[in-house]
């Protein structure tokens, strides 16, 4: 989102070598899964392309799924460990 490209070179490289332990113990299962991955990874970049102009510093600041997840976690993930 903010055009650095060195943060998703070092990330997929990190990636290829998951990839390779999978594949050594999964075999045949990781080359099926790829398809629906990568249109599943294709669809988020376009829906991010499209909505990435839409935004304002705010919305970016807080994230749709930023202040649930930490409701959540407040209010019952907190209490049982303490």
């Known amino acids: 989102m903010t055009g650095d490209h060195t943060i998703l070179i070092s990330k997929s ?3 290829l070598f998951t ?3 999978f594949g050594c ?3 045949a299962v990781v080359s099926l899964v ?3 991955q990568c249109i599943i990874f294709l669809l988020l970049f376009y829906a991010a392309t499209a ?3 839409l935004t304002n510093e ?3 600041a807080a994230m749709i799924l930023v202040m649930p997840i930490s409701a959540l976690w407040d209010n019952y ?3 049982l460990v303490s």
């Open 51 to 53: 909505i990435y102009p």
């Open 34 to 36: 790829a398809i629906p």
């Open 77 to 79: 993930i907190m209490p």
């Open 58 to 60: 705010a919305m970016i």
């Open 25 to 27: 113990t999964l075999g």
């Open 19 to 21: 990839a390779a332990i």
């Open 13 to 15: 490289i990190l990636d």
